[in-house]
T-cell receptor, first 111, second 115 residues
Framework: GEDVEQSLFLSVREGDSSVINCTYT??????LYWYKQEPGAGLQLLTY?????DMKQDQRLTVLLNKKDKHLSLRIADTQTGDSAIYFC???????????FGQGTTLQVKP | NAGVMQNPRHLVRRRGQEARLRCSPM?????VYWYRQLPEEGLKFMVY????????ESGMPKERFSAEFPKEGPSILRIQQVVRGDSAAYFC?????????????FGPGTRLTVT
């Protein structure tokens, strides 16, 4: 079946790097995503990676994909207090493009 | 370019009433996905629609829930005879095409509270 798992909580100091991890089960996933959700808000698409790629970098964000282990990570360099939010990993599943989400990782950034 | 719009943003209904949630996709997008987020949980897929067609409703509860995306106007998620367990945030996402596009853009959500 389809399942996406994330750790629930991460706390870092401002200026440090944050690494949020995710594992998924569907080996046929074509795309994997990271979304950010601030309190009371919708989901903001941060970045996504095609399944035949190992890494994608976009400014402070680096996504690493280990397809063999079905492991995805999001690294945020120079983490700021404005990065405090819930981060969701998602895989695209099946033929219709629906997304399967993890339960979200709450990132707390301490000044 | 306006993003995905949802209304109302907040909706309060008594048990047994009907809830209607609306989603207007981004301009040029003809594919809509609905997701539900229960408190403290991730999002769960409900239904995928194209204009005038339901493509995948594998995540929809069998009773009381229905969705449509007419040729004109927004997509509607309808919940009949609401119960307390329906209290959640309901998000829609739009895409220019279904399997052909990687990106899904989410609206701000409708937060439904059933009293």
């Amino acid at each position: 079946g389809e399942d996406v798992e994330q750790s629930l909580f991460l706390s870092v100091r401002e200026g440090d790097s944050s690494v949020i991890n995710c594992t998924y089960t569907d080996s046929s996933s074509t795309y994997l995503y990271w979304y950010k959700q601030e309190p009371g808000a919708g989901l903001q698409l941060l970045t996504y990676i095609f399944s035949n790629m190992d890494m994608k970098q976009d400014q402070r964000l680096t996504v690493l994909l280990n397809k063999k282990d079905k492991h995805l990570s999001l690294r945020i360099a120079d983490t700021q207090t404005g990065d405090s939010a819930i981060y969701f990993c998602a895989e695209r599943s099946g033929n219709t493009g629906k997304l399967i989400f993890g339960q979200g990782t709450t990132l707390q950034v301490k000044p | 370019n306006a993003g995905v719009m949802q209304n109302p943003r907040h909706l309060v209904r008594r048990r047994g009433q009907e809830a209607r949630l609306r989603c207007s996709p981004m301009k040029g997008h003809s594919h809509v996905y609905w997701y539900r987020q229960l408190p403290e949980e991730g999002l769960k897929f409900m239904v995928y629609l194209q204009k005038e067609n339901i493509i995948d409703e594998s995540g929809m509860p069998k009773e009381r829930f229905s969705a449509e995306f007419p040729k004109e106007g927004p997509s509607i998620l309808r919940i009949q005879q609401v119960v307390r367990g329906d209290s959640a945030a309901y998000f829609c996402a739009s895409a220019p095409s279904g399997t052909g596009s990687a990106e899904q853009y989410f609206g701000p959500g409708t937060r439904l509270t059933v009293t």
